[in-house]
Structures are given as structure tokens and as C-alpha cells.
């Protein structure tokens, strides 16, 4: 009972991922607001709750983060670097492109995750990891230039962002690992959420309110706030911890998957053979990558999931 919980659970979660972005795609289009605005107010109100939620249930124990430099250093990284470049860079290639393009290209990420262990572990990648990585790439290029390495489908400006949301969900996904392991996958998410968005904040002044404000744009920002980002954070992590990283990580490929269908039903954005060949190889690397993961690693590196995975118990 515990593991088909855990399907439903990270299947919802990365479903409404793939809301996030269309509902974003959608106020972009229709309702006028931008990604300075919107990502501001996501990070700083979602870092926000799920600080408040963090402190409640573990008081004191949510705060110990900040108790070294080393700690603190290591959060900032992560809230600008990760958490921050991560969400305005995937939100930005939206607004320049369509959530179906922007949400596939963002997962070629966990092939560069890939190249990095191999290149830290000093070991070639076996023969499923290469396969992966081409079909990520392989997938890149079809969404980018539909064949047709002479043109680009998308702007280069848009490209450059999706590269950008690509690279930082490597950063994402590897960084703060240490830290979820110390102090726990909420505070540690939360709080890089808050600074993240305080960040944002500074930079993009969202006081300054854009956009057509009516009922659909507040149920809009609402769900991509609480369904889009919290909602979906927890539930993915939840199902992780009871089915496994690599049975999760197979599951989230439902995300592209799902974004593209909404984007061509519900958004009317017209995606032809090549996009969707483009799709169909991303998704296939990430099979590959979710049904080796954990079995690639140096014995340092599989202990530190053993340590994530106990942490997450212990929540």
C-alpha cells in the first residue's frame, strides 16, 4: 500500500510541476505579468510558508543551519544559484518560448549531473549513461533546430535561457545535498526558497504590481504557489521516499510529457513531429538515468544517499 501511495504521490507531484508552467505560459500570455514579477512573489511566498511550516514543527531544529559559516555559505549558494537561477531561468524560458519546449530542455539537466559525477568519480560513463546523455542531447537539438542545424526554432535568447534552466537544476540537484543530509529536506528548502526570493525581490522590485489583476490571475499565482510549488515539491519528495530515487526519477518524465499535452490542448501552442521526437528522446534519457541511478556512484557518494534517504525517514 505504501509504494502505490508513493506512484500516486510523485506522479501528482510532477503533474503539477507541468501545471506550474502552463498556468505560468498562460498568465504570461493572457494576463500580462512577467517572470521578474511572478518568480519573485513564488519563491519569497512559497520560502515563506514553508519556513513557518518548518519552524512549527521542528522549532528550534529548523534554525541550526545557521549556526556555522560554513552552513550559511553552503544555503546561500544553493538559494541563488539553485533555487533562484533555477526558477527564474525555467520561468524566463517560458515566457520567451512555450512551457512544453522550456520544461523538456530543463531536463537534459540530470545528463549533466551525469558528466559531472563521472568527471569528479574519474571514471567513464558506461554504455546506458552515454545513451542517456545522446538522447538528451539528441533531444535538445531536435526541440531547438526541429533538424536543421542551419536555423533555430527558438530565439537565441530563449535558447540561452533554457540552457541556463538546464545547468542550474544540475546545480540544484547536486549541491545542497549535504545540507538536506545535516538539517532536512524542508528548512533547508524553505529557507533557500525565502532567500532566493528576497533576492529577486531586491533585484526585480515586485512591490511595483504588473499585469491584469482579476479572480484567474489571483487562482492562477494561488496555484502556482501552493499546488506548483509546495504541493508538488512535497508530494515528489514524499513519493521518493517510499518507491526509491530511481523508480521517482523514472515517474518524473511524466512531467514533459504532461506540460506537452497541455500546452497543445489547453494552450493551443503548435508542436509538430520534430518537437515531439525531441520530447520522446529527453523522456527516454531520463528512463535510462532513473533506472541506473542508483547503481552508479563512487562508495562515498552512495553513502551520502543513504544519509539523504535516512534524513527524509527521519522528517
Not at 512577467?34 to 522549532?59: F, Q
Not at 538536506?180 to 526558497?193: C, H, L
Not at 521517482?248 to 510529457?257: D, R
Request: with cysteine; hydrophobic share 50%; glycine share 12%.
Amino acid at each position: 500500500m505504501e509504494k502505490k501511495t508513493g506512484y500516486v504521490l510523485t506522479v501528482f507531484g510532477a503533474i503539477c510541476w507541468a501545471f506550474s508552467g502552463a498556468c505560468g505560459q498562460y498568465l504570461f500570455q493572457h494576463r500580462g505579468l512577467d517572470a521578474d514579477w511572478l518568480v519573485s512573489v513564488r519563491l519569497t511566498m512559497a520560502g515563506l510558508l514553508l519556513v513557518l511550516y518548518s519552524l512549527a514543527r521542528w522549532r528550534g531544529g529548523a534554525v541550526r543551519i545557521f549556526r556555522t559559516r560554513r552552513s550559511v555559505g553552503a544555503l546561500i549558494v544553493f538559494a541563488v544559484f539553485g533555487m533562484a537561477m533555477c526558477q527564474y531561468s525555467y520561468f524566463r524560458s517560458i515566457e520567451l518560448s512555450n512551457a512544453a519546449t522550456a520544461t523538456t530542455l530543463q531536463y537534459t539537466g540530470p545528463a549533466l549531473v551525469l558528466l559531472w559525477l563521472a568527471l569528479r568519480e574519474k571514471r567513464m560513463p558506461t554504455k546506458k549513461e552515454l545513451i542517456a546523455v545522446v538522447c538528451a542531447m539528441g533531444g535538445a537539438f531536435l526541440l531547438a533546430t526541429h533538424g536543421d542545424p542551419s536555423q533555430l526554432a527558438l530565439s537565441p535568447k530563449a535558447l540561452i535561457w533554457c540552457v541556463l534552466a538546464a545547468v542550474s537544476v544540475a546545480v540544484y540537484s547536486v549541491q545542497p545535498r549535504g545540507l538536506i543530509a545535516q538539517y532536512g529536506t524542508m528548512p533547508v528548502t524553505g529557507f533557500g526558497m525565502l532567500i532566493g526570493g528576497l533576492g529577486l525581490c531586491i533585484i526585480f522590485q515586485p512591490w511595483h504590481v504588473v499585469g491584469q489583476w482579476d479572480a484567474v490571475t489571483v487562482l492562477g499565482m494561488l496555484y502556482i504557489i501552493v499546488f506548483g510549488t509546495i504541493c508538488a515539491f512535497c508530494c515528489y519528495l514524499e513519493g521518493v521516499r517510499r518507491i526509491g530515487a530511481a523508480k521517482g526519477s523514472i515517474l518524473a518524465a511524466v512531467e514533459p510529457v504532461a506540460s506537452a499535452v497541455l500546452s497543445v490542448i489547453w494552450l493551443g501552442v503548435p508542436l509538430g513531429g520534430m518537437d515531439f521526437g525531441g520530447i520522446a528522446l529527453i523522456v527516454a534519457a531520463m528512463v535510462l538515468l532513473g533506472g541506473d541511478s542508483e547503481h552508479t556512484g563512487d562508495e562515498k557518494t552512495q553513502k551520502n544517499r543513504e544519509k539523504i534517504c535516512a534524513n527524509a525517514k527521519k522528517d
